[in-house]
């Protein structure tokens, strides 16, 4: 038995010479002294010993482990040592290189024009509200003063939703954010100032349309609001937005939902108002000026179908499309709509 517990230790030095790093010292180890080791599985013969032999055998078998825990100790901090030497080779950086950085996303340019539009109407008193972009026809043509046989409601200009019609009609992809006109009259308290900005859903596609494209509407319902106000809030935001010096005229229009109606148009920045670019005609506005958005005062039966009465209270509402809104917008000359969605970084990493 002493012999064999003798071999254990003979057989553990030979092999610890061969050792070369901290993981295979530590499977030697477990392979001598492990649960399942070579001694544990020695020290189970010792069942068949007489009891005298046993403390002697065990007194014999712990000194091997001891011997064999102490080379086992030296050898570790052997290694300890060698990977302390190499470790500053090893872990060496030039700390004059230049380091590599993860690339960042941002807002796409849309994005952060509804952000800047958010906070323009905000400094005078607009607060955003919701824009439900699918919804019942009823708040997107009826409660807006259009009767049933208006051409709008085509389902060529409009996209109608496959669904079972209610109480207030067929249920369509909102073909402008004037739905939210008569919802917010039902829903907020009279006065006030909205903001609402959506997608809006049309089958249109050139140089200045998009089937799916973002609108920002404003509306104010209040006593005694006049064309004066109407002018000046626009005003505010063309200033604010595009700058001082862009000049904004108001053309005689028609809308169902209001009178008077108006368009809103600005000078076009791709070629400065003239009308021609590079000798040529101007590719987006053909003759300098842009059309941005629809204006004008509510018409008392759209007051009259959020539950307003038009003889106390007056509104004004105008309606710009973001995309075209930020084209203008000085130094971006961009003369296609389309490009802000075709995701060429090239484009995208400008902003």
Known sequence: MKEQLEQIRRDFLTLVKEVRDRTQLEELKNEFLGRKGRLKGAMKEMASLAEEERKLIGA????????IEHVYGEEEKKIEREEEA??????????????SFQKTGHLHPVSQTIAEITDIFARIG?????VPEVDWDYY?????????DHPAR??????FIDAPEGKKGKIVAIPHISNVQVRAMEELKTPFRALYIGRAYRRQSDTSHLPIHHQFEVLMVDKGVTLCDLKGVIEHFVHSYFGKDRTVRLRPHHFRFTEPSFEIDISCDVCKGSGENNGASCRLCKEGWLELAGAGMTHPNVLKAGGIDPNTYTA???AFGIERTLMMREGINLDDIRL????????????
């Open 126 to 130: 607009f607060t955003r509200v919701p």
């Open 316 to 318: 004004l509402a105008f």
């Open 140 to 148: 997107a043509f009826e409660a807006l003063n259009m009767p049933k």
């Open 340 to 351: 802000l969605y075709k995701n060429d970084l090239r484009f995208v990493n400008q902003f």
């Open 154 to 159: 085509d389902d060529w200009e409009t996209f």
């Open 86 to 99: 190499t470790r500053a080779e090893r872990e060496w950086i030039d700390i004059t290189e230049p380091g």
């Open 60 to 67: 014999f078998a712990n000194e091997i482990k001891e011997a």
